[in-house]
């Protein structure tokens, strides 16, 4: 199984502050890396598909980049509505596994 | 309004059984693969299993903690897919969702996603 790593695992972070989470595959998946939010007690939803295509409604203010084993989720100014735990996911083969989740705290 | 809402969940003893439900509207529920993800108290996110449509035969696939006690199904005609556990075990402990698996489509490639997901069913194993 391909093992997804995000790091950090937690960071406190103000609102307008830009954020950056990693996310490394054990082996390279091209641009096969998705990226969901979750809110507690919530199901996840869906940021971004293809390592940097924003799903549809999502805000500007977050990005994606990177391919093959290495991927940059980016929140250009962290919003109140922000604060949650991210994770990652790899499609490129089964079983598409997760990362460990990074929460995102208020400073 | 697309939708998806689980039920069945519950507590049951190891070695128990049961099967939750997952009932959608608001879009073509036959057109689409559906895949069962769970995840324990306090922990990240899992795939337990897929169902593919009709179309392509219906086909499953299960993660390895799962196969041979876990099997989805679907029932296009009432607009829901099922997850059958048995024997469950106390690692089994944990929210379960289902969602849509789509494909979508980007400079020449298809990209698997879970683009919308039910609010989850606690599933607790414990004597």
């Known amino acids: 199984d391909i093992q997804m790593t995000q790091s950090p695992s937690s960071l406190s972070a103000s609102v307008g502050d830009r954020v950056t989470i990693t996310c490394r595959a054990s082996q390279t998946i091209s641009r096969y890396l998705n990226w969901y939010q979750q809110k507690p007690g919530k199901a996840p939803n869906l940021l971004i598909f293809?390592?940097?295509n924003l799903q549809s409604g999502i805000p500007s203010r977050f990005s994606g980049s990177g391919s093959g084993t290495d991927f940059t989720l980016t929140i250009s100014s962290l919003q109140p509505e922000d604060f949650a735990t991210y994770y990652c996911?790899?499609?490129?083969?089964?079983?598409?596994?997760f990362g460990q989740g990074t929460k995102i705290d208020i400073k | 309004e697309v939708q998806l809402v689980e039920s069945g969940g519950g507590s049951v003893k190891p070695g128990g059984s049961l099967r939750l439900s997952c009932e959608v509207s608001g879009f073509s529920f036959s057109r689409s693969s559906m895949t069962w993800v769970r995840q324990a108290p306090g922990r990240g996110l899992e795939c337990v299993g897929r169902?593919?449509?009709?179309?392509?035969?219906?086909?499953?696939d299960y993660a390895a903690p799962v196969k041979g006690r876990f099997t989805i199904s679907r029932d296009d005609s009432k607009n829901t897919l099922y997850l059958q556990m048995n024997s469950l075990k106390t690692e089994d402990t944990a929210v379960y969702y289902c969602?849509?698996?789509?494909?979508?489509?980007?400079?020449?490639?298809?990209?698997?996603?879970?683009?919308?997901w039910g609010q989850g069913t606690m599933v607790t194993v414990s004597s």
């Open positions: 293809g390592a940097s």
């Open positions: 996911q790899q499609t490129f083969s089964a079983p598409r596994t």
């Open positions: 969602t849509t698996d789509s494909d979508y489509f980007d400079s020449g490639a298809f990209y698997s996603v879970f683009d919308v």
């Open positions: 169902i593919k449509t009709k179309t392509d035969g219906e086909t499953t």
